[in-house]
């Protein structure tokens, strides 16, 4: 396997992998990873459809990718995914995913002409005092010492930041900051979780620094991630006649080990079908792709009138990496991730809004008609003064092919679950769904008499408590995630958010393909390259931009007395630096002002 960019690696078609008729492959798991995995056998590799085998201990496809209607409790989306221009190897799959709303078109098209024709932009992106403009203003208020501090663990190794928290790297000042406000909200990070994951995050998207106030650095699909992504590859790939076993909970994984020349085989899988134990023998020509841990795992839903429940208990997903893990070195360290749920839990909410009146406050903050078929937060407003540090968003509606048209999906999320709320005076883990739409209508601005007989009447919410939703982000070293294909491997991968890529970061849809794809390419020996990670990290131009935007628009302040600066702007001002320091207003422009002395 290796890695390219540039339209030469992205156009070819590799030619047939060798043997690939005489070769199997499972996959453990039914989320984004292991359908990205098989599509990419079978159009990169161009393994048969049949050959491929799906294993899911769930009744439907796509992992953290949902978006479902419960009867009797209403919709439900746990959460939602922010994409971007520069997810390469999701576009790479997507381009080749027919729509199966526009003929003739691949679930790319469609998602590149819906965002062309209606691009993505938060007209509010704060609010305070029960549905006030918090008047945030785009600027990040970031002091002296906070840029320092974001420079500082920019430039960092990687090992400088293994194991430490966000809050041991960062002071008092950037964690006051507008910036802070919009990047934990925006990406769900906590001051107790890992200064690498932080680190990695502020090179993925640098490019993007200016784009956080506003959101106009990302885009979402037409409706729910399920119906717009996970259901038209799930379709594709029945079409190519994989495979697909449901209700089926794979318990365990043989490897033969070989101490001496370092080579590792799967060589059976075990599962739990219909309460029946049942398996399979693995050969060299047997691939396996496990998807390992799970930031839905033991998601827990509530209703209107019953609070979701945190759910420690056994965790399929967890217990099945610690007893693969236990056999190798090599296989990770799942407890780093898995085993802090106090730390890694949080909760979200989906309301569906059955009262006129509720839509007329969504438009009062969000600044646009909600039932317009358009951008309406454009992203999530959070509420900066809330006790949860409650956040919420409203897509493109309808966000459901089956909502009816004078209904509102909106998504709540908070980050303290344990706080009791301004209104409601209980954590948001206490309350039932009607309790947290109170809550919500409080902050959205609802005047208090209302506010119990709307809640009541007006919305059905469905509340989801998830205790691994951000295990991810645990502080962490190298070795904690195993590779992608761990050394000597002969027939097996880990994919997903917790297979360690070394070239992405997680808590994306692209990193879950990412690594489906460099599992696949590296055991097939597919002849075409991984695309690599867009390097905006490496563009003077972007650093230059970022730095400038992270500084509100304020110049750079140079030491020595002005005359001095003056001269030296004068050296700059016809070389391509002094124009590119220009262009992003960090030093005044001088061309103008006679020279003195």
Not at 291 to 298: D, H, K, V, Y
Request: proline content about 5%; aromatic content about 12%; charged content about 25%.
């Amino acid at each position: 396997m290796f890695y390219s960019s540039g339209n030469y690696e992205a156009f070819a078609r590799p030619r047939k992998a060798d043997r690939v008729e005489e070769k199997t492959a499972w996959f453990v798991g039914g989320g984004l990873a292991s359908l990205s995995g098989a599509a990419f056998l079978i159009r990169d590799g161009q393994m048969p459809g049949d050959r491929i085998t799906v294993l899911e201990r769930l009744k439907l496809p796509g992992g953290a990718l949902d978006g479902i209607k419960e009867p009797r409790k209403g919709f439900v989306i746990r959460g939602g995914r922010e994409m971007e221009d520069h997810f390469e190897c999701l576009w790479d799959l997507f381009r080749s995913i027919p729509s199966i709303e526009t003929a003739g078109a691949s679930v790319l098209d469609e998602f590149y002409w819906l965002n062309k024709d209606d691009p993505n932009f938060s007209l509010q992106r704060a609010t305070v005092e029960q549905g006030q403009d918090a008047h945030t203003d785009g600027l990040f208020t970031l002091t002296d010492k906070a840029q320092k501090e974001i420079i500082k663990v920019f430039l960092a190794t990687r090992e400088d930041m293994e194991n430490k928290r966000i809050d041991e790297v960062f002071g008092r000042e950037f964690l006051d900051s507008n910036f802070w406000l919009y990047w934990r909200t925006m990406f769900a990070f906590e001051e107790w979780h890992s200064a690498l994951e932080m680190k990695l995050y502020l090179h993925r998207f640098i490019h993007h620094i200016g784009g956080l106030p506003d959101f106009t650095a990302l885009k979402f699909t037409k409706y729910n991630q399920y119906e717009s992504l996970v259901l038209p590859l799930y379709r594709w790939l029945l079409d190519q006649g994989v495979v697909f076993h449901f209700d089926t909970e794979v318990t365990d994984v043989d490897f033969d080990v070989d101490r001496t020349d370092g080579r590792r085989q799967a060589t059976r899988l075990h599962w739990l079908r219909d309460g029946a134990a049942g398996g399979a023998d693995l050969g060299p020509d047997d691939l396996l792709f496990m998807t390992i841990g799970s930031l839905t795992e033991n998601s827990d839903n509530g209703d209107h009138h019953t609070p979701a429940k945190l759910d420690e208990g056994p965790a399929p997903a967890w217990d099945l990496w610690r007893r693969i893990a236990a056999k190798d070195p090599l296989f990770g360290r799942p407890d780093v991730f898995g085993s802090h749920i106090a730390q890694t839990k949080w909760e979200s909410a989906t309301v569906t809004t059955l009262d006129r009146r509720i839509p007329d406050y969504i438009q009062k903050i969000c600044k646009r008609d909600p039932f317009s078929g358009k951008v309406v937060t454009g992203g999530i407003v959070t509420v900066k003064d809330s006790s949860w540090l409650l956040s919420w968003t409203v897509n493109r509606q309808p966000h459901f092919k089956q909502q009816p048209a004078d209904q509102i999906v909106v998504w709540i999320y908070s980050l303290f679950v344990d706080r009791p709320g301004d209104f409601v005076g209980k954590t948001m883990q206490e309350c039932t769904g009607e309790e947290i739409t109170q809550e919500w209508l409080y902050h959205l601005g609802v005047p208090v008499e209302d506010i119990a007989e709307m809640a009541a009447t007006g919305a059905k919410t469905v509340p989801v408590m998830m205790p691994y939703v951000t295990s991810f982000f645990m502080p962490r070293q190298a070795g904690d995630r195993p590779d992608v294909v761990p050394e000597g491997s002969v027939n097996f991968a880990f994919i997903g958010q917790f297979a360690e890529s070394g070239r992405d970061c997680i808590f994306t849809t692209e990193y879950s393909v990412r690594t489906a794809m460099e599992a696949v390419y590296t055991l097939l020996g597919v002849e075409r390259g991984v695309p690599e990670v867009f390097a905006s990290t490496y563009d003077v131009r972007t650093l230059l931009a970022a730095t400038g935007r992270l500084r509100d628009g304020h110049e750079l302040e140079l030491p020595g007395p002005d005359f001095l600066h003056k001269r030296l702007l004068r050296k700059l001002e016809d070389t391509e630096i002094g124009e590119l320091l220009l262009e992003f207003k960090l030093v005044p422009d001088v061309r103008r002002t006679p020279p003195q002395g």
